[in-house]
Protein backbone atom coordinates (compact mmCIF):
# COMPACT_ATOMS: atom_id res chain seq x y z
CA UNK A 1 0.00 0.00 0.00
CA UNK A 2 1.29 3.14 -1.10
CA UNK A 3 2.03 6.26 1.17
CA UNK A 4 0.05 9.18 0.50
CA UNK A 5 2.06 12.00 -1.05
CA UNK A 6 3.07 14.80 1.84
CA UNK A 7 2.35 18.18 0.86
CA UNK A 8 6.51 18.77 0.25
CA UNK A 9 6.83 16.08 -2.51
CA UNK A 10 3.93 17.65 -4.02
CA UNK A 11 5.51 20.79 -4.09
CA UNK A 12 9.09 19.52 -5.35
CA UNK A 13 6.89 17.73 -7.99
CA UNK A 14 5.19 21.24 -8.95
CA UNK A 15 8.37 23.00 -9.16
CA UNK A 16 9.86 20.33 -10.97
CA UNK A 17 6.83 20.60 -13.90
CA UNK A 18 6.82 24.38 -13.37
CA UNK A 19 11.09 24.64 -14.22
CA UNK A 20 10.58 22.02 -16.79
CA UNK A 21 7.73 24.03 -18.68
CA UNK A 22 9.90 27.16 -18.33
CA UNK A 23 12.66 24.99 -20.14
CA UNK A 24 10.13 24.10 -22.81
CA UNK A 25 9.17 27.55 -23.21
CA UNK A 26 12.25 28.88 -23.23
CA UNK A 27 13.44 26.36 -26.27
CA UNK A 28 10.57 27.56 -27.87
CA UNK A 29 11.34 30.85 -27.96
CA UNK A 30 15.16 29.72 -29.04
CA UNK A 31 13.54 28.27 -31.72
CA UNK A 32 11.30 30.24 -32.93
CA UNK A 33 13.60 32.82 -32.59
CA UNK A 34 16.20 31.12 -34.89
CA UNK A 35 13.78 30.95 -37.90
CA UNK A 36 14.34 33.69 -40.43
CA UNK A 37 12.02 36.24 -40.95
CA UNK A 38 10.36 36.75 -44.06
CA UNK A 39 8.76 39.68 -46.28
CA UNK A 40 5.43 39.55 -46.62
CA UNK A 41 4.97 42.35 -49.19
CA UNK A 42 2.36 43.97 -46.76
CA UNK A 43 3.95 47.41 -46.67
CA UNK A 44 7.06 49.32 -47.10
CA UNK A 45 8.43 49.14 -43.82
CA UNK A 46 11.13 46.95 -42.37
CA UNK A 47 10.52 48.28 -39.10
CA UNK A 48 6.71 47.77 -38.88
CA UNK A 49 6.02 44.00 -37.80
CA UNK A 50 3.01 43.38 -39.79
CA UNK A 51 4.87 43.91 -43.10
CA UNK A 52 7.10 40.23 -42.23
CA UNK A 53 5.16 36.96 -42.57
CA UNK A 54 3.83 36.41 -39.04
CA UNK A 55 4.40 39.98 -37.18
CA UNK A 56 7.61 38.92 -35.29
CA UNK A 57 8.97 40.39 -32.57
CA UNK A 58 11.77 42.30 -34.62
CA UNK A 59 15.35 42.66 -33.29
CA UNK A 60 17.73 45.29 -33.64
CA UNK A 61 21.00 43.22 -33.73
CA UNK A 62 23.80 41.70 -36.15
CA UNK A 63 24.91 39.43 -33.44
CA UNK A 64 21.74 37.76 -32.68
CA UNK A 65 21.84 34.12 -33.60
CA UNK A 66 20.24 33.35 -37.19
CA UNK A 67 17.29 34.48 -36.40
CA UNK A 68 17.67 38.22 -37.73
CA UNK A 69 18.19 37.44 -40.88
CA UNK A 70 15.78 39.23 -43.35
CA UNK A 71 14.81 36.59 -45.85
CA UNK A 72 12.83 37.70 -49.84
CA UNK A 73 11.33 35.43 -50.96
CA UNK A 74 7.70 36.75 -52.68
CA UNK A 75 7.17 36.99 -56.17
CA UNK A 76 4.84 39.31 -55.92
CA UNK A 77 5.46 42.66 -57.97
CA UNK A 78 3.86 44.75 -54.86
CA UNK A 79 5.86 46.37 -52.03
CA UNK A 80 9.35 45.65 -53.73
CA UNK A 81 11.03 48.75 -51.75
CA UNK A 82 12.08 47.95 -48.50
CA UNK A 83 12.72 51.52 -46.45
CA UNK A 84 13.85 51.75 -42.39
CA UNK A 85 13.49 54.78 -40.22
CA UNK A 86 16.24 54.00 -38.14
CA UNK A 87 19.45 52.29 -38.79
CA UNK A 88 19.38 48.37 -39.07
CA UNK A 89 21.22 45.65 -37.57
CA UNK A 90 20.56 42.49 -38.69
CA UNK A 91 22.50 39.12 -38.70
CA UNK A 92 22.34 38.58 -43.03
CA UNK A 93 19.82 39.31 -45.72
CA UNK A 94 19.22 36.29 -47.88
CA UNK A 95 17.36 36.30 -51.45
CA UNK A 96 15.70 33.43 -51.97
CA UNK A 97 15.37 32.11 -56.06
CA UNK A 98 12.00 32.95 -56.20
CA UNK A 99 12.61 36.90 -54.98
CA UNK A 100 11.65 39.53 -57.29
CA UNK A 101 13.59 42.82 -57.63
CA UNK A 102 13.91 44.18 -54.47
CA UNK A 103 15.30 47.39 -53.50
CA UNK A 104 16.39 48.55 -49.67
CA UNK A 105 17.18 51.90 -48.16
CA UNK A 106 16.66 53.91 -45.39
CA UNK A 107 16.74 57.58 -44.71
CA UNK A 108 19.46 60.52 -44.85
CA UNK A 109 22.30 59.00 -42.73
CA UNK A 110 21.02 55.63 -42.13
CA UNK A 111 23.14 52.12 -42.16
CA UNK A 112 22.52 49.38 -42.60
CA UNK A 113 24.96 46.54 -40.23
CA UNK A 114 25.39 42.89 -41.96
CA UNK A 115 26.47 39.82 -39.53
CA UNK A 116 28.15 36.60 -39.88
CA UNK A 117 25.43 35.46 -42.36
CA UNK A 118 26.14 38.05 -44.91
CA UNK A 119 24.33 38.52 -48.01
CA UNK A 120 23.05 36.10 -50.12
CA UNK A 121 21.24 36.23 -53.64
CA UNK A 122 19.77 33.45 -55.29
CA UNK A 123 17.53 35.45 -57.79
CA UNK A 124 18.07 34.49 -61.57
CA UNK A 125 18.13 37.45 -63.55
CA UNK A 126 16.91 39.80 -60.75
CA UNK A 127 19.11 43.02 -59.65
CA UNK A 128 18.62 42.90 -55.73
CA UNK A 129 19.55 46.88 -55.03
CA UNK A 130 20.47 48.34 -50.65
CA UNK A 131 20.66 51.60 -51.36
CA UNK A 132 22.02 52.86 -47.87
CA UNK A 133 25.66 52.52 -46.42
CA UNK A 134 26.43 48.78 -45.14
CA UNK A 135 28.78 47.99 -42.26
CA UNK A 136 30.22 44.90 -42.32
CA UNK A 137 30.08 42.99 -38.82
CA UNK A 138 33.64 41.39 -39.33
CA UNK A 139 34.69 39.28 -41.82
CA UNK A 140 32.41 37.83 -44.28
CA UNK A 141 31.02 36.19 -47.63
CA UNK A 142 28.77 37.51 -49.92
CA UNK A 143 27.28 35.21 -52.41
CA UNK A 144 25.30 35.88 -55.83
CA UNK A 145 24.60 32.94 -58.20
CA UNK A 146 24.94 32.96 -62.13
CA UNK A 147 22.58 35.25 -63.81
CA UNK A 148 21.76 37.87 -60.60
CA UNK A 149 23.07 41.19 -59.49
CA UNK A 150 23.70 42.62 -56.18
CA UNK A 151 24.61 46.29 -56.13
CA UNK A 152 25.14 48.38 -53.22
CA UNK A 153 25.88 51.83 -51.55
CA UNK A 154 29.31 52.48 -49.95
CA UNK A 155 30.41 49.36 -47.58
CA UNK A 156 32.60 50.01 -44.75
CA UNK A 157 34.28 46.75 -43.45
CA UNK A 158 34.90 46.42 -39.37
CA UNK A 159 38.35 45.59 -38.15
CA UNK A 160 37.81 46.27 -34.61
CA UNK A 161 39.73 43.05 -33.48
CA UNK A 162 42.41 42.62 -36.41
CA UNK A 163 42.14 43.11 -40.58
CA UNK A 164 38.84 42.05 -41.43
CA UNK A 165 38.03 40.43 -44.93
CA UNK A 166 35.30 41.08 -47.46
CA UNK A 167 34.65 38.14 -50.15
CA UNK A 168 32.76 38.52 -52.72
CA UNK A 169 31.83 35.48 -54.43
CA UNK A 170 29.44 33.12 -56.96
CA UNK A 171 28.97 33.45 -60.66
CA UNK A 172 26.91 36.55 -60.86
CA UNK A 173 27.67 40.49 -60.52
CA UNK A 174 28.11 42.35 -57.74
CA UNK A 175 28.68 46.07 -58.13
CA UNK A 176 30.05 47.44 -54.88
CA UNK A 177 29.77 51.50 -53.99
CA UNK A 178 32.97 53.04 -52.09
CA UNK A 179 34.49 50.62 -50.50
CA UNK A 180 36.39 51.80 -46.82
CA UNK A 181 36.71 50.46 -43.60
CA UNK A 182 35.09 51.53 -40.28
CA UNK A 183 37.69 54.98 -38.90
CA UNK A 184 39.55 54.73 -35.47
CA UNK A 185 39.16 50.89 -35.75
CA UNK A 186 42.66 48.60 -35.88
CA UNK A 187 43.35 46.92 -38.82
CA UNK A 188 42.72 48.58 -42.61
CA UNK A 189 40.30 46.06 -44.20
CA UNK A 190 41.08 43.71 -47.27
CA UNK A 191 39.07 42.83 -50.33
CA UNK A 192 38.57 39.28 -52.04
CA UNK A 193 37.26 38.47 -55.29
CA UNK A 194 36.19 34.39 -55.60
CA UNK A 195 33.80 32.39 -57.85
CA UNK A 196 33.82 32.82 -61.78
CA UNK A 197 31.83 36.19 -61.28
CA UNK A 198 32.48 40.24 -61.98
CA UNK A 199 32.89 42.71 -58.85
CA UNK A 200 32.79 46.22 -60.04
CA UNK A 201 34.33 48.67 -57.88
CA UNK A 202 32.85 51.94 -58.68
CA UNK A 203 33.14 54.36 -56.34
CA UNK A 204 36.31 55.82 -54.61
CA UNK A 205 37.86 53.21 -52.40
CA UNK A 206 39.84 53.87 -48.92
CA UNK A 207 39.83 50.38 -47.45
CA UNK A 208 44.61 50.11 -46.99
CA UNK A 209 44.05 46.05 -46.95
CA UNK A 210 45.02 43.19 -49.66
CA UNK A 211 43.13 42.99 -52.44
CA UNK A 212 43.34 39.10 -53.78
CA UNK A 213 41.24 38.01 -56.88
CA UNK A 214 41.05 34.44 -57.06
CA UNK A 215 38.41 33.72 -59.68
CA UNK A 216 36.33 35.97 -61.99
CA UNK A 217 36.72 39.50 -62.92
CA UNK A 218 37.12 42.49 -60.93
CA UNK A 219 36.27 45.66 -63.17
CA UNK A 220 37.71 48.63 -61.45
CA UNK A 221 35.43 51.45 -63.45
CA UNK A 222 36.21 54.69 -61.41
CA UNK A 223 38.76 56.83 -62.10
CA UNK A 224 39.96 57.09 -58.61
CA UNK A 225 38.71 53.09 -57.45
CA UNK A 226 41.93 52.19 -55.73
CA UNK A 227 42.90 52.62 -52.55
CA UNK A 228 42.86 56.16 -51.07
CA UNK A 229 46.55 55.50 -49.08
CA UNK A 230 48.37 53.86 -51.55
CA UNK A 231 48.48 50.40 -49.97
CA UNK A 232 46.87 48.63 -53.06
CA UNK A 233 47.92 45.19 -53.23
CA UNK A 234 46.50 42.72 -56.43
CA UNK A 235 47.19 39.08 -56.30
CA UNK A 236 46.21 37.12 -58.86
CA UNK A 237 45.58 33.32 -59.80
CA UNK A 238 43.18 30.82 -60.33
CA UNK A 239 40.87 28.69 -58.60
CA UNK A 240 40.06 25.22 -60.29
CA UNK A 241 41.58 25.86 -63.17
CA UNK A 242 39.17 29.37 -63.84
CA UNK A 243 41.49 32.47 -64.69
CA UNK A 244 40.79 37.12 -62.42
CA UNK A 245 40.83 38.97 -64.54
CA UNK A 246 41.42 42.51 -63.05
CA UNK A 247 40.12 45.06 -65.37
CA UNK A 248 40.75 48.62 -65.35
CA UNK A 249 38.32 50.83 -67.09
CA UNK A 250 40.23 53.85 -66.58
CA UNK A 251 44.14 55.11 -66.28
CA UNK A 252 43.82 56.58 -62.83
CA UNK A 253 41.84 53.29 -61.45
CA UNK A 254 44.93 52.39 -59.37
CA UNK A 255 46.81 54.55 -56.96
CA UNK A 256 50.30 55.51 -58.19
CA UNK A 257 51.89 53.86 -55.36
CA UNK A 258 49.99 50.26 -56.24
CA UNK A 259 51.84 46.73 -56.27
CA UNK A 260 50.68 43.94 -58.11
CA UNK A 261 50.98 40.78 -57.25
CA UNK A 262 51.18 37.63 -59.46
CA UNK A 263 50.02 33.94 -59.14
CA UNK A 264 52.32 31.19 -57.95
CA UNK A 265 52.40 28.88 -61.14
CA UNK A 266 52.40 29.30 -64.66
CA UNK A 267 49.12 27.52 -64.67
CA UNK A 268 47.54 30.00 -62.44
CA UNK A 269 48.00 33.16 -64.21
CA UNK A 270 45.82 36.10 -63.84
CA UNK A 271 45.49 39.09 -65.97
CA UNK A 272 45.22 42.48 -65.95
CA UNK A 273 43.23 43.96 -68.39
CA UNK A 274 43.73 47.59 -69.28
CA UNK A 275 40.53 48.27 -70.49
CA UNK A 276 41.07 52.43 -71.56
CA UNK A 277 43.74 53.76 -73.78
CA UNK A 278 46.39 55.45 -72.04
CA UNK A 279 49.46 56.06 -69.68
CA UNK A 280 48.97 53.70 -66.38
CA UNK A 281 51.27 54.47 -63.64
CA UNK A 282 51.51 51.89 -60.74
CA UNK A 283 54.38 51.13 -57.88
CA UNK A 284 55.75 48.17 -58.41
CA UNK A 285 55.54 44.16 -59.63
CA UNK A 286 55.55 41.73 -56.61
CA UNK A 287 56.71 37.95 -57.45
CA UNK A 288 55.25 35.47 -59.80
CA UNK A 289 53.67 35.22 -63.14
CA UNK A 290 50.78 37.58 -64.79
CA UNK A 291 49.42 38.58 -67.60
CA UNK A 292 49.18 41.98 -69.20
CA UNK A 293 46.32 43.12 -72.15
CA UNK A 294 44.67 46.40 -73.44
CA UNK A 295 41.62 45.54 -74.83
CA UNK A 296 40.66 48.99 -76.15
CA UNK A 297 43.28 48.55 -79.10
CA UNK A 298 44.27 51.89 -78.71
CA UNK A 299 47.81 52.59 -77.52
CA UNK A 300 48.30 52.15 -73.97
CA UNK A 301 51.28 52.14 -71.07
CA UNK A 302 51.96 50.65 -68.02
CA UNK A 303 54.63 52.67 -65.91
CA UNK A 304 55.70 50.73 -62.55
CA UNK A 305 58.14 53.54 -61.29
CA UNK A 306 59.60 51.90 -58.53
CA UNK A 307 61.99 48.29 -57.86
CA UNK A 308 60.47 45.39 -58.80
CA UNK A 309 60.88 41.65 -57.53
CA UNK A 310 59.84 38.61 -59.95
CA UNK A 311 61.07 35.75 -57.34
CA UNK A 312 60.04 32.22 -57.04
CA UNK A 313 62.04 30.57 -53.97
CA UNK A 314 61.96 27.04 -55.25
CA UNK A 315 58.99 26.78 -57.47
CA UNK A 316 60.76 27.24 -60.82
CA UNK A 317 60.69 29.98 -63.48
CA UNK A 318 57.99 32.96 -63.74
CA UNK A 319 56.44 34.52 -67.30
CA UNK A 320 55.66 38.01 -67.51
CA UNK A 321 53.00 38.39 -70.50
CA UNK A 322 52.11 41.29 -72.39
CA UNK A 323 49.54 40.12 -75.08
CA UNK A 324 48.99 42.98 -76.95
CA UNK A 325 51.06 44.69 -79.46
CA UNK A 326 49.22 48.39 -78.64
CA UNK A 327 50.55 47.77 -75.30
CA UNK A 328 54.08 49.16 -73.56
CA UNK A 329 55.37 47.30 -70.18
CA UNK A 330 58.01 49.81 -68.62
CA UNK A 331 59.82 48.88 -65.09
CA UNK A 332 61.20 52.39 -64.34
CA UNK A 333 63.40 50.70 -61.62
CA UNK A 334 65.23 47.23 -60.97
CA UNK A 335 64.41 43.78 -61.53
CA UNK A 336 65.03 40.81 -58.85
CA UNK A 337 64.76 37.78 -60.52
CA UNK A 338 66.40 36.21 -57.46
CA UNK A 339 65.67 32.60 -56.45
CA UNK A 340 66.94 30.02 -54.54
CA UNK A 341 65.87 27.23 -57.69
CA UNK A 342 69.39 27.09 -59.95
CA UNK A 343 68.89 27.71 -63.68
CA UNK A 344 65.06 29.00 -63.24
CA UNK A 345 64.75 32.52 -64.24
CA UNK A 346 61.76 35.05 -65.87
CA UNK A 347 60.28 34.67 -69.23
CA UNK A 348 58.55 37.40 -70.80
CA UNK A 349 56.23 36.42 -73.50
CA UNK A 350 53.70 38.18 -75.75
CA UNK A 351 52.71 40.15 -78.71
CA UNK A 352 53.47 43.68 -76.73
CA UNK A 353 57.01 45.05 -76.05
CA UNK A 354 58.48 45.33 -72.79
CA UNK A 355 61.30 47.89 -71.47
CA UNK A 356 63.12 47.28 -68.39
CA UNK A 357 64.87 50.19 -67.42
CA UNK A 358 66.72 49.56 -64.36
CA UNK A 359 68.96 46.33 -63.72
CA UNK A 360 67.87 43.07 -64.11
CA UNK A 361 69.33 41.48 -61.18
CA UNK A 362 70.00 37.77 -59.33
CA UNK A 363 70.76 37.03 -55.82
CA UNK A 364 74.78 36.28 -54.77
CA UNK A 365 75.95 33.63 -56.47
CA UNK A 366 73.02 32.47 -58.25
CA UNK A 367 72.31 31.44 -62.14
CA UNK A 368 68.80 32.70 -62.62
CA UNK A 369 68.17 32.72 -66.48
CA UNK A 370 65.99 35.07 -68.74
CA UNK A 371 64.16 34.19 -71.59
CA UNK A 372 62.52 36.29 -74.64
CA UNK A 373 59.54 34.42 -76.33
CA UNK A 374 57.13 35.49 -78.72
CA UNK A 375 56.78 38.79 -81.18
CA UNK A 376 57.36 41.38 -79.15
CA UNK A 377 60.69 43.15 -77.69
CA UNK A 378 62.53 42.85 -74.66
CA UNK A 379 64.66 46.32 -74.04
CA UNK A 380 67.56 46.36 -71.52
CA UNK A 381 68.78 49.69 -70.88
CA UNK A 382 70.85 49.20 -67.82
CA UNK A 383 74.06 47.03 -66.61
CA UNK A 384 72.25 43.67 -65.96
CA UNK A 385 74.05 41.62 -63.62
CA UNK A 386 71.87 38.12 -63.93
CA UNK A 387 74.44 35.01 -63.93
CA UNK A 388 72.37 32.52 -66.31
CA UNK A 389 71.92 31.95 -69.67
CA UNK A 390 70.08 34.14 -72.10
CA UNK A 391 67.46 32.46 -74.95
CA UNK A 392 66.13 34.27 -77.19
CA UNK A 393 63.46 32.27 -78.69
CA UNK A 394 60.85 34.94 -80.15
CA UNK A 395 60.53 38.73 -81.06
CA UNK A 396 63.44 40.38 -80.02
CA UNK A 397 65.82 41.22 -77.40
CA UNK A 398 67.17 44.61 -76.93
CA UNK A 399 70.20 46.36 -75.71
CA UNK A 400 70.12 50.13 -75.36
CA UNK A 401 72.48 53.34 -73.65
CA UNK A 402 74.39 51.28 -71.21
CA UNK A 403 72.78 48.26 -71.62
CA UNK A 404 74.34 44.82 -71.04
CA UNK A 405 74.18 41.16 -70.04
CA UNK A 406 77.78 40.78 -69.20
CA UNK A 407 77.32 38.24 -66.68
CA UNK A 408 75.45 35.76 -68.59
CA UNK A 409 77.64 33.13 -69.74
CA UNK A 410 75.65 31.64 -73.08
CA UNK A 411 73.05 33.75 -75.32
CA UNK A 412 71.43 31.90 -77.52
CA UNK A 413 69.75 33.82 -80.30
CA UNK A 414 67.43 31.98 -82.21
CA UNK A 415 65.15 34.83 -82.99
CA UNK A 416 66.62 38.92 -83.00
CA UNK A 417 69.36 40.19 -80.78
CA UNK A 418 69.26 43.83 -81.13
CA UNK A 419 72.31 45.68 -80.45
CA UNK A 420 71.62 49.24 -82.40
CA UNK A 421 71.20 51.86 -79.54
CA UNK A 422 73.81 50.68 -77.41
CA UNK A 423 76.32 53.46 -76.29
CA UNK A 424 79.94 53.62 -78.84
CA UNK A 425 77.53 51.72 -81.28
CA UNK A 426 79.25 48.54 -81.11
CA UNK A 427 78.17 45.95 -78.67
CA UNK A 428 80.83 43.37 -77.63
CA UNK A 429 80.46 40.36 -75.62
CA UNK A 430 83.44 38.48 -73.38
CA UNK A 431 86.17 35.84 -73.48
CA UNK A 432 83.94 33.61 -71.06
CA UNK A 433 80.74 34.27 -73.16
CA UNK A 434 78.65 32.03 -75.78
CA UNK A 435 77.05 33.12 -78.75
CA UNK A 436 74.80 30.84 -80.47
CA UNK A 437 71.96 29.95 -82.43
CA UNK A 438 70.29 30.43 -86.07
CA UNK A 439 69.13 34.45 -85.21
CA UNK A 440 69.64 37.52 -86.27
CA UNK A 441 71.86 40.16 -84.92
CA UNK A 442 71.05 44.21 -85.40
CA UNK A 443 73.94 46.74 -85.07
CA UNK A 444 77.60 45.86 -84.82
CA UNK A 445 78.74 42.78 -82.75
CA UNK A 446 82.06 41.92 -81.06
CA UNK A 447 82.89 38.58 -79.94
CA UNK A 448 85.39 38.25 -77.71
CA UNK A 449 84.37 34.61 -76.27
CA UNK A 450 82.98 31.19 -78.31
CA UNK A 451 80.86 31.08 -81.44
CA UNK A 452 78.74 28.31 -82.37
CA UNK A 453 76.52 29.55 -85.18
CA UNK A 454 73.40 27.69 -85.97
CA UNK A 455 71.42 24.66 -84.52
CA UNK A 456 73.34 21.55 -85.74
CA UNK A 457 73.30 23.00 -88.18
CA UNK A 458 71.81 26.41 -89.20
CA UNK A 459 72.40 30.50 -90.68
CA UNK A 460 73.73 33.08 -88.04
CA UNK A 461 72.81 36.64 -89.88
CA UNK A 462 74.38 39.72 -89.32
CA UNK A 463 72.15 42.91 -90.36
CA UNK A 464 75.64 44.67 -89.88
CA UNK A 465 78.93 44.48 -88.87
CA UNK A 466 80.59 41.17 -86.93
CA UNK A 467 83.62 40.93 -85.49
CA UNK A 468 85.45 37.63 -84.47
CA UNK A 469 87.90 38.98 -81.52
CA UNK A 470 91.15 37.48 -81.22
CA UNK A 471 90.22 35.60 -77.87
CA UNK A 472 87.35 33.62 -79.38
CA UNK A 473 87.00 30.57 -80.89
CA UNK A 474 84.11 30.12 -84.08
CA UNK A 475 83.00 26.50 -84.28
CA UNK A 476 81.42 25.78 -87.55
CA UNK A 477 79.58 22.26 -88.66
CA UNK A 478 79.65 20.84 -92.02
CA UNK A 479 77.30 17.77 -93.03
CA UNK A 480 77.23 15.50 -96.56
CA UNK A 481 75.14 17.60 -98.53
CA UNK A 482 76.25 21.83 -99.48
CA UNK A 483 72.87 23.58 -98.56
CA UNK A 484 73.67 26.47 -96.14
CA UNK A 485 71.63 26.43 -92.88
CA UNK A 486 70.15 22.95 -93.60
CA UNK A 487 73.26 20.62 -93.90
CA UNK A 488 76.23 23.14 -92.98
CA UNK A 489 76.44 26.08 -90.36
CA UNK A 490 77.17 29.78 -91.98
CA UNK A 491 77.37 33.09 -91.43
CA UNK A 492 75.98 35.80 -93.09
CA UNK A 493 76.99 39.50 -92.27
CA UNK A 494 75.73 42.29 -94.43
CA UNK A 495 78.28 44.41 -93.13
CA UNK A 496 81.50 44.03 -92.96
CA UNK A 497 83.53 40.82 -91.19
CA UNK A 498 86.13 41.28 -89.56
CA UNK A 499 88.28 37.51 -89.09
CA UNK A 500 90.13 36.75 -85.25
CA UNK A 501 90.54 34.34 -83.36
CA UNK A 502 90.42 30.77 -84.18
CA UNK A 503 88.16 28.43 -86.28
CA UNK A 504 87.48 24.89 -85.73
CA UNK A 505 85.40 23.27 -88.43
CA UNK A 506 83.56 19.79 -87.15
CA UNK A 507 81.54 17.24 -88.81
CA UNK A 508 77.87 17.39 -87.97
CA UNK A 509 75.55 13.81 -87.51
CA UNK A 510 73.68 13.04 -89.67
CA UNK A 511 71.79 10.46 -87.53
CA UNK A 512 73.22 7.12 -86.47
CA UNK A 513 76.79 7.98 -86.68
CA UNK A 514 76.51 8.59 -91.14
CA UNK A 515 78.72 10.96 -92.52
CA UNK A 516 78.19 11.18 -96.27
CA UNK A 517 80.61 13.34 -98.59
CA UNK A 518 80.63 13.90 -101.98
CA UNK A 519 84.57 13.68 -103.40
CA UNK A 520 84.58 17.47 -103.70
CA UNK A 521 82.09 19.44 -101.98
CA UNK A 522 82.37 23.44 -101.24
CA UNK A 523 80.92 25.42 -98.39
CA UNK A 524 80.17 28.99 -97.80
CA UNK A 525 80.71 29.10 -94.46
CA UNK A 526 81.16 33.49 -94.63
CA UNK A 527 79.14 35.95 -96.83
CA UNK A 528 80.02 39.36 -96.11
CA UNK A 529 79.54 42.59 -97.80
CA UNK A 530 83.20 43.37 -96.64
CA UNK A 531 86.40 40.73 -95.57
CA UNK A 532 89.27 41.95 -93.35
CA UNK A 533 91.40 40.08 -90.91
CA UNK A 534 92.60 36.34 -90.29
CA UNK A 535 92.14 33.81 -87.89
CA UNK A 536 95.39 32.72 -85.89
CA UNK A 537 94.55 29.19 -86.65
CA UNK A 538 91.94 26.59 -88.53
CA UNK A 539 91.62 23.37 -88.40
CA UNK A 540 88.91 20.47 -89.86
CA UNK A 541 88.45 17.73 -87.69
CA UNK A 542 91.22 17.93 -85.21
CA UNK A 543 93.73 18.67 -88.31
CA UNK A 544 95.71 21.95 -87.88
CA UNK A 545 95.54 23.78 -91.99
CA UNK A 546 98.45 26.17 -92.67
CA UNK A 547 98.14 29.99 -93.76
CA UNK A 548 99.34 31.19 -96.69
CA UNK A 549 97.89 34.75 -96.21
CA UNK A 550 94.31 34.09 -95.76
CA UNK A 551 94.34 30.63 -97.61
CA UNK A 552 94.30 27.58 -95.14
CA UNK A 553 95.01 24.58 -96.92
CA UNK A 554 96.13 20.94 -95.70
CA UNK A 555 96.13 17.60 -96.94
CA UNK A 556 94.83 14.40 -94.92
CA UNK A 557 93.59 10.53 -95.94
CA UNK A 558 93.98 11.62 -99.82
CA UNK A 559 91.68 14.74 -99.14
CA UNK A 560 92.74 18.38 -100.12
CA UNK A 561 91.37 20.65 -97.69
CA UNK A 562 91.22 24.55 -98.31
CA UNK A 563 90.12 27.46 -96.63
CA UNK A 564 89.75 31.02 -97.77
CA UNK A 565 89.24 34.13 -95.89
CA UNK A 566 89.25 36.10 -98.82
CA UNK A 567 85.46 34.61 -99.80
CA UNK A 568 85.12 32.27 -96.60
CA UNK A 569 84.64 29.11 -98.51
CA UNK A 570 85.69 25.79 -97.28
CA UNK A 571 86.43 23.29 -100.26
CA UNK A 572 87.20 19.87 -100.20
CA UNK A 573 88.88 17.61 -103.09
CA UNK A 574 89.90 14.41 -103.84
CA UNK A 575 92.69 13.34 -106.29
CA UNK A 576 92.10 9.71 -105.95
CA UNK A 577 90.05 8.01 -108.96
CA UNK A 578 88.64 5.11 -107.49
CA UNK A 579 85.36 5.46 -105.75
CA UNK A 580 86.34 2.22 -103.24
CA UNK A 581 89.87 3.99 -102.26
CA UNK A 582 88.40 7.83 -101.95
CA UNK A 583 85.29 6.11 -99.81
CA UNK A 584 87.25 4.59 -97.68
CA UNK A 585 89.96 7.21 -97.07
CA UNK A 586 87.07 9.78 -96.67
CA UNK A 587 85.36 7.81 -94.53
CA UNK A 588 88.64 7.61 -91.67
CA UNK A 589 88.80 11.48 -91.88
CA UNK A 590 85.16 11.76 -90.94
CA UNK A 591 85.66 9.50 -88.28
CA UNK A 592 87.97 11.34 -87.14
CA UNK A 593 85.88 14.61 -87.45
CA UNK A 594 83.35 12.34 -85.89
CA UNK A 595 85.50 11.64 -82.96
CA UNK A 596 86.61 15.18 -82.29
CA UNK A 597 82.70 16.46 -82.42
CA UNK A 598 81.85 13.66 -79.94
CA UNK A 599 84.70 15.19 -77.39
CA UNK A 600 83.74 18.71 -77.90
CA UNK A 601 79.79 17.70 -77.07
CA UNK A 602 81.08 15.57 -74.08
Do not use: C
Not at 19 to 43: E, M
Amino acid sequence: MKSPASPQNSSIRSARRLFGLLALASAGVTARAQVPITWANAGASANTSANWVGSPTLSNSSSTAAGNVWTFSNTGAGNNTVTFSSSRNVHGIVFADTANTYNIAGGTGLTLTIGATAITNNSVSKTQTIGSPIITGGSQTWTTVAGGTLTTDVVSITSSASNRTLTIAGAGTTNLGSVGFVAGQTGVGSLTKTGTGTLNLTGTNTYAGTTTIAEGTLNIANGNASSANGNFTLSLGTVGGVSPVLKLSHVNALATSATLTGASSAANTGTVDLAAAGTYTLGSYNLNNLKFSASSGGATTLNFTNNSVVTSGTLGGRTITNQDANLSIVFGGTLDISSSTAGSGVTFAGAGNTTVNGAVFNGLGQTRTLSKNDAGTLTLSAVNTYGGDTTISGGKLALSGAGSIANSPVITNNATFDVSAVTGGNYTLGSTQTYRGSGTTIGNLTLNGAFTPGNSPGLATFNNNLTLGSTGTTTMEIGGSTTAGTDYDRVSVAGALTYGGTLNIVAFDLGGGAYDFAQTASFNLFGAGSRSGNFSSVSVGGTALADNSGVWTASVGGFDYTFSTANGILGIASPIPEPASAAALGGAVLLGLAALRRRRRA
